[in-house]
């Protein structure tokens, strides 16, 4: 419209001037014209330059500079508070697949992992997660950075949004653990493990890896890939948790010959599913979040994959579980499509901004038969492991860490998207390197504290506790469930009388 407007301004002046000339001056026609072409090509410079302005100039303002930051930060704190939905998730879950006499027990692992873990991680966890790497790239040295808000970070540096966003993965990792070991463990024991874990383990594997200085981002030629966390949380809670099986021991009469197994079973399955479909819902913000920014078209494409194969994901990996167990078992599961889910949406996490929709399905697809095969192998151990923490977070974090360069958006071989200097062959390696890292520093640091807690008699509950449950034995309130206001007592009395011995012989 401006050059427009420009150039009507200057015909009009021309016509006007070729009209109605001007007596008093000697200017001829011909030099008016070219006086007024110049003018034109002045002009048409100067709006040229004023078109490409705004481009430097957005650059540089403040205003939108702060609204891109804003928006990020909204972002992060949206995704964030969705990931920390899924400790509700998680607590659910626990609940649904413990016995009614330690529900109260594994809630409180639930509630005492993020309370902890929380501080722990203002304490200490974030500084050596994301602080400048120290002794090559293994532990940062930030310790106290923003944690009392005294410092503003400036381009580039962290930021409460990344504090808050990290944190809620902290606490992910974390709660996985209490799966392997439940329904055995003292609680005050566990609580010094994710004491441990949140300040330390965890933090240190995000040191390796995420933090952009460790020594997996830039020994290679290529960085290890992980964009939501396969291998860095999943697989990293999922060593924990076997790690802690392996030394905790089964449950009293677990895998016993002459004991009824089917005392093992979940006590409430529509906890299951209740806590499997909230775990869903929180994990878009864990992957579609993984972006770590929402103000440019590039960032909100690759949101919405993650989010559309997340959603793939966890459907592809339920249908096929669910196939699989009814194949073998000739009856439905639903603890098991509930566990399938979960081991697709976990296969997914690594690469689900980097594989196409097609591509999900198919690594769910294999994820499912992966943990199915790591469920049957753990129990064929003879290693008990309640909620199939390592075969879901585990294995399927193992395959998922492995399945993002295979899938890399359907591309070949000879370029890996995330780093076009390398081949995807070379990834795989650097992949499966990263892999070994996890498993031996997560399982070393977990076996010496396990183990510490094991040797000094402090890691198991006693026996006898064990057999009546904990909640009765260690909790205030003795019971999870209180139906219609009676006493465990009174219950028992009424259930006696079911079998008729109690009901009047003339009863109508």
Not at 55 to 82: E, K, M, N, Y
Not at 208 to 218: A, I, P, R, V
Request: aromatic share 12%.
């Amino acid at each position: 419209m401006v050059v427009l407007y420009m150039k009507v301004v200057i015909l009009a002046s021309f016509i006007a001037a070729s009209v109605l000339p001007d007596a008093s001056t000697e200017i001829t026609m011909n030099q008016r014209i070219l006086e007024l072409e110049a003018k034109t090509a002045k002009l048409e410079r100067l709006l040229e330059s004023y078109g490409s302005a705004p481009h430097r100039a957005l650059a540089d303002d403040p205003t939108v500079a702060g609204l891109a930051d804003a928006t990020d930060t909204i972002w992060l704190i949206i995704c964030g508070a969705l990931v920390m939905l899924m400790q509700f998730g998680f607590a659910a879950l626990e609940a649904g697949s413990v016995r009614a006499g330690n529900v109260q027990n594994i809630l409180l692992k639930n509630l005492l992992d993020v309370s902890v873990g929380t501080l722990c991680w203002w304490a200490l966890g974030f500084g050596i997660a994301y602080g400048v790497g120290k002794a090559h790239g293994f532990f940062g040295n930030a310790l106290y950075e923003y944690k009392d808000g005294s410092s503003t970070p400036s381009a580039g540096e962290y930021a409460f949004k990344d504090w808050f966003f990290q944190w809620a993965f902290c606490a992910t990792a974390a709660t996985i653990v209490s799966g392997g070991v439940a329904e055995r463990v003292r609680s005050s024991s566990y609580f010094v493990y994710s004491a441990m874990m949140s300040a330390f383990i965890y933090p240190a594997v995000v040191q390796f890896t995420w933090s952009g200085d460790g020594w997996l981002s830039t020994t290679f030629d290529s960085a290890y890939y992980d964009f939501a966390g396969s291998g860095i949380v999943h697989l990293t809670g999922g060593v924990g948790a076997l790690t802690g099986a392996l030394i905790l021991g089964p449950r009293h009469g677990r895998f016993k010959v002459d004991y009824d197994q089917s005392e093992f079973d979940p006590h409430s399955v529509p906890l299951i599913v209740l806590g499997t479909f909230v775990l869903w819902f929180g994990w878009f913000g864990f992957n579609a979040g993984s972006t770590l920014s929402m103000h440019s078209s590039e960032s909100a494409w690759l949101g919405s994959l993650a989010a559309v194969n997340t959603a793939l994901a966890a459907a592809a990996g339920g249908f096929v579980t669910f196939l699989i167990r009814f194949l073998f078992v000739k009856k439905y599961d639903v603890v098991g499509v509930c566990n399938g889910m979960l081991a697709g949406l976990v296969s997914i996490t690594a690469g689900c901004a980097n594989v196409v929709p097609g591509s999900a399905i198919a690594i769910a697809t294999i994820g499912a038969v992966v943990y199915q095969f790591a469920s049957w192998s753990i129990q064929k151990l003879k290693i008990d492991d309640p909620l199939d923490a390592f075969a879901v977070h585990g294995a399927c974090g193992i395959w998922g860490v492995l399945a993002a360069p295979l899938w890399d958006y359907e591309q070949g071989f000879d370029v890996f998207s995330a780093s076009p200097n390398v081949s995807v062959g070379y990834q795989f390696g650097i992949q499966l390197l990263g892999v070994v890292v996890i498993v031996a520093f997560v399982g070393a640091s977990s076996a010496v504290i396990f183990g510490f807690m094991r040797l000094f008699k402090i890691f198991r509950v006693k026996e006898h506790h064990e057999v009546a449950g904990v909640d009765v034995s260690k909790h205030y309130h003795s019971q999870a469930y209180r139906l219609s206001g009676r006493s465990k007592e009174s219950m028992v009395t009424a259930g006696s009388a079911l079998d008729g011995s109690d009901l009047p012989s003339d009863s109508c």
